[in-house]
């Protein structure tokens, strides 16, 4: 999946290669291996900053490569159909944001971070109890924050209790109560609840293309091959009519989330027609994961199902990233909402100005 932006296609199928290149060698050693998950990387991690991938949105001035919202896309699109055990997302979209938002320096180190109303950043004081959150266990710091303030909490000042989601990617359990340096603690952003809600959905729809589209093509690797009766089972309609589905609900899928890349590089978060644009690229993808998951482990039979194919890295996650950052009900509801506010000629209107 290659994102379009005009006059980088060639300069952002040159990066992709490069993702590709360094995700691969790293998925050709863990992805055949018969265990439920997959562990983070620390050696993948460095490579990838190294090559500057890791914050890659974040401008030179504090640390990072200073590209754009296309590129970074590219780059999960990658990480997410090799199944890559890192905390990209995480990282760039959305700590190394709030941290910059909030005038905080950034790490250069792997990060995540959580939004949540309720926790406690009194003073200099955080208290905090957080469920599910990504990749916790991995960063060297978690970036929490509320509708105030945004605080850089190090590891070391957590308690731990390890959690993992459907595609048992770590989703932990964070508890913490400390008192922090003023020099670690700032303002949120305006309005944080919705950026930081709208960046999550960006990223999981992205990574969820990434995910369906590499099911999809294993699918038609494997019923083309794979023999029954004499002949590949890519023969047989039935087979034909799985594939083709799922390669409609990714052709879906990508076209939503490609156009919501285009609307965030072009105008931000804070517009308006990004929202709705980020809104109909979650819902879709939400709704393309089981339709491809379903196909793709009924064309493969029972080895689908098994520890000892990579089938499952792909279908799990997708199925498992549609829930997070609000599911496909959340967003339909958001799509309802705007078009009942707008009614009339202004729905046509709506739709016509998202172009």
């Not at 959305?94 to 792997?110: E, H, I, K, N």
């Not at 996650?317 to 829930?323: E, P």
Request: net charge negative.
């Amino acid at each position: 999946m290659t994102f379009d932006a005009p006059g980088r296609a060639e300069e952002l199928a040159e990066l992709r290669g490069l993702a590709d290149d360094i995700f691969s060698a790293t998925a050709r050693a863990v992805l055949d291996v018969p265990d439920t998950e997959i562990a983070f990387s620390p050696t993948l991690w460095k490579t990838l900053a190294e090559s500057g991938l890791t914050l890659l949105t974040t401008p030179e001035s504090d640390g990072g490569s200073g590209a754009t919202q296309a590129d970074l896309a590219v780059v999960i699109a990658s990480a997410a159909a090799h199944a890559a055990p890192v905390p990209l997302a995480e990282t760039d979209l959305l700590a190394s944001w709030l941290l910059r938002a909030a005038g905080l320096p950034v790490p250069d180190a792997p990060l995540t971070a959580a939004y949540d109303p309720s926790l406690v950043i009194d003073d200099r004081r955080v208290t905090a109890s957080l469920d599910r959150v990504p990749w916790a266990r991995a960063a060297d710091a978690v970036v929490l924050a509320n509708d105030h303030s945004v605080a850089l909490v190090s590891a070391a000042d957590l308690s731990l209790e390890p959690g993992t989601g459907l595609a048992r990617d770590p989703r932990d359990r964070i508890v913490v109560d400390v008192e922090l340096p003023s020099s670690a603690i700032g303002p949120a952003p305006h309005r944080i609840g919705r950026e930081f809600m709208l960046r999550g959905a960006l990223a999981r729809s992205i990574q969820i293309c990434g995910a369906i589209e590499q099911a999809l093509q294993l699918t038609i690797e494997h019923v083309g091959t794979r023999q029954q009766f004499g002949r590949p089972l890519g023969k047989f309609q039935a087979v034909q009519s799985l594939v083709a589905e799922s390669a409609g609900a990714v052709a879906m899928a990508r076209a939503a989330t490609e156009f919501a890349v285009s609307r965030v590089t072009e105008a931000g978060f804070e517009d308006e027609r990004s929202e709705l644009a980020i809104a109909v690229a979650k819902a879709q993808t939400s709704r393309s994961a089981p339709i491809v998951a379903r196909n793709a482990h009924q064309a493969h039979g029972a080895i689908g199902f098994t520890l000892d194919h990579r089938l499952r890295h792909f279908t799990l996650r997708a199925l498992a990233w549609r829930s997070e950052f609000g599911g496909p009900q959340h967003w339909e509801h958001v799509l309802g909402e705007a078009a009942l506010r707008a009614s009339g000629a202004g729905l046509w209107n709506l739709v016509t100005g998202l172009t």
